[in-house]
């Protein structure tokens, strides 16, 4: 079956925990869509564009997949992809309450969309991008955790300040 699957997040930034899931559903669906939240309300620490653009540095080499910001309803933006299946990661325990109570909203408000959770390799799962930001705010080093794109990103937005 040609299924498009979506998968939304913030990727404030992209970690290898992304990049894993994002590799994991490449070989499961036809195309994968990777929807960057704006998500003014979280304050990102990189702005819509540079999220966008470090996505698509460290997606290069997959060719089904495509990176779109998006400012609209989850299941608005996924129908007017013509997407099939929405992604989600799981983690850890920590994360199945919240996803779960996403899930079921989202099938309440659009029923033909299926969430389907992946898991990463478990060296990633204790990842976050949040988590990743205060060990770069800090002077840490986050090599291990992110693409090289990355990491400059964070240590110029550091260095600046
Ligand atoms: P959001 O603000 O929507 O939670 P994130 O960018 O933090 O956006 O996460 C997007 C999705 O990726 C979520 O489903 C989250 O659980 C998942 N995710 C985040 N980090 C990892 C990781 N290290 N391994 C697997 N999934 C992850």
């Known amino acids: 079956m040609d299924i498009t699957a ?3 997040g913030t990727f404030d930034p992209v970690t290898n925990g992304h990049i894993d899931i994002i590799a994991r559903a490449a070989r499961l ?9 704006v998500n003014s309300n979280k304050s990102p620490l990189f702005d819509i564009a ?3 653009a470090l996505l698509e540095e460290v997606t290069a080499n997959f060719d089904n997949v495509r ?4 400012d609209n309803l ?6 007017q992809q013509n997407a099939g299946v929405i992604l989600r990661g799981l983690r850890a325990i920590s994360d199945f309450e919240y996803e779960f109570q996403l899930a079921g909203m989202n099938r309440r408000l659009s029923p033909d969309l299926e969430t389907v959770f992946l898991t990463p390799a478990e060296q990633y799962e204790f990842i976050s991008s949040s988590m990743i930001k ?6 840490g080093d986050v090599s291990s955790f992110v693409a090289k794109v990355v ?11």
């Open 134 to 139: 205060e060990i770069a705010r800090l002077g």
């Open 151 to 161: 990491q400059d990103g964070l240590i110029e937005k550091f260095n600046r300040g």
């Open 50 to 52: 540079q999220r966008v």
């Open 67 to 70: 990176i779109v910001g998006f």
């Open 29 to 37: 669906y036809n195309e994968v869509i990777v929807a960057v939240a």
């Open 6 to 8: 979506i998968y939304p």
């Open 74 to 79: 989850l299941v608005d933006f996924a129908k």
